[in-house]
């Protein structure tokens, strides 16, 4: 099949979150297997133009205000031959943030990605590629499945099939109903069916009535939005499309998270090789300054500090858990008071807790490699990578049981089953009980080398996940 999928952030070209890993690795998979995928992203401001191909000739796409001459470069996804066109249009894209700065998007975003969804439509044209699916995702490229079925009604792009994935429903594009000239549509797409939604215009609203398929990134996640509490305003319009609204989990780019390769760790170590492992926690005990003993249980936390990620939770867990015989490391940045918080909490129980404030890749592999197990307590998580990641390294996931986290992590409720632990309900109460359990089962010898196995033997490989879009796209195409 001939695949497009257009994405405001592809790995390793720009990534602010799981969104760029997701169009970093699917198409290798879907490679793989043999399509013709080919990925649009825009060309930012950090990516090493350089190393890029430039493409004769300028790319015209009309904007509200006539037409924006771009022009596009060409490169590769790493270890593949999958093409990457890269967007050039510096005043958009040439700038020090993907959005805009933390906390405040940029006010022509709107603009800025009705030039990349617009654009994509442009460059297949000049390409003379005429995809079989188009894939969209998030607001970023909500406009491209309203494209095909408006301005290019009736011509050859027309025929492709559409397919959205939700990435996360908490940012729909949403701003004021008067922007809408700006999308180069004309106010009679301005309704309830298509872009407007409670008094505003709804970018994700819009792709959500227009694309063929819709697909979020967890079977639980998918069920999930079509409920108040997490369907952020459109669970009627979710509700609306059950039928057409798929759950496919993420996948794990092996390249770069494997144990037995990984080059980040200070020592790579395979299923069953524990004194591998033990040797990477000595170092990690060591390098958080905290006491070096294999015996005693080590637990890491990694992500942004935002409501989501639920470490106001962990925060308040840890006031007592940090009395038991445990040591906790954390690697998060964000949120400033949860900050302060954390580091206050690190100078009162030196020898169990540490708190890395910032962001080191570097050294969440070796979390994730060194540590017995991690806590993932989100509020809400359409898929997450923790767990995934932690599954793979032998490092037991002690999860809320929401979206991704629920559907990749089996409970050890009973001896001989379970990959790690799970607790429902949204408080610190919850939490320390499946601490406990955990730690539990953390002395039961012969019952952790179960949990842990089990755990390292998981398939969460894009192969899998590749098929699963694949199957989408092919039931559209037919
Ligand atoms: P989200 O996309 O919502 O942030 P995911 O769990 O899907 O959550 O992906 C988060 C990714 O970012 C993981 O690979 C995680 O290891 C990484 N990450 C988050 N915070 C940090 C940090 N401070 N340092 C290094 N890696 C981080």
Redesign the pocket.
Known sequence: MKILIVSSEVAPFAK????A?VAGALPKALRKRGHDVRVVMPLYAGIDWEALEKLDGALDVPMWWGTARGAVRLGRLPRSDVPVYLLEYNQYFDRRYLYGPPEDGYADNLERFTFLSRGALQLCKRLNFIPDAIHANDWQTALVPVYVNTVEWGQPLHGAATVYTI??LMYQGVTDGGALFITGLGPEHYHPGEFEHFGSLNLMKAAIRHSNVLST?SPTYAREIQGGELGCGLDGELRSRAGDLFGIL?GIDEDEWNPATDALLPQRFGPGDDAGKQAVKLALQREAGLPADPGVPLFCA???L?D??GFDVLAGALERALDWHLQVIL???GDKELERHFASLAQRHPERFKA??????A??HRL?AGSDFVI?PSRF?????????SLRYGTVPVVRAVG?LEDTVEDSGAPGEGTGFKFREYTEVALWGAVSRALAAFRDKAAWRGIVDRGMAQDFSWDRSARSYEALYQRLAG
């Open positions: 602010s979150g799981g969104l890993d990435h996360n990134v993420n990694i992500g942004r935002v989501q990620k690697l998060a940045s890395f404030l910032h962001f080191d890749n050294l969440a994730y993932v998580e359409p898929c997450g990578l923790n767990q995934l990641y991704g």
